[in-house]
């Protein structure tokens, strides 16, 4: 039986939101193994001066544990 855990971290990008997703995944890997998916549970953006600069989220990311 395997057994899942799930960590939550904020991920941001200038680039867009598939960025600031795979910038999240990338940076948790360094760390853990064996990522299974990645939840995004909220998506906020910093603006200035009338145009998006930045684009943050939530990311609730699922591994299995040995």
Do not use: P, Q
Not at 7 to 16: F, K, Q, R, T, W
Not at 22 to 47: L, Q
């Amino acid at each position: 039986m395997a057994i899942a855990k799930t960590v939550e971290v904020i991920a941001a990008s200038g680039e867009g939101i598939e960025a600031a997703i795979r910038n999240g995944v990338a940076k948790v890997a360094e760390t853990i193994e064996n990522i299974e998916g990645v939840w995004v549970k909220d998506i906020k953006a910093t603006v200035a001066e009338g145009a998006v600069v930045e684009w943050r989220l939530t990311l609730a990311v699922t591994f299995i544990v040995d």
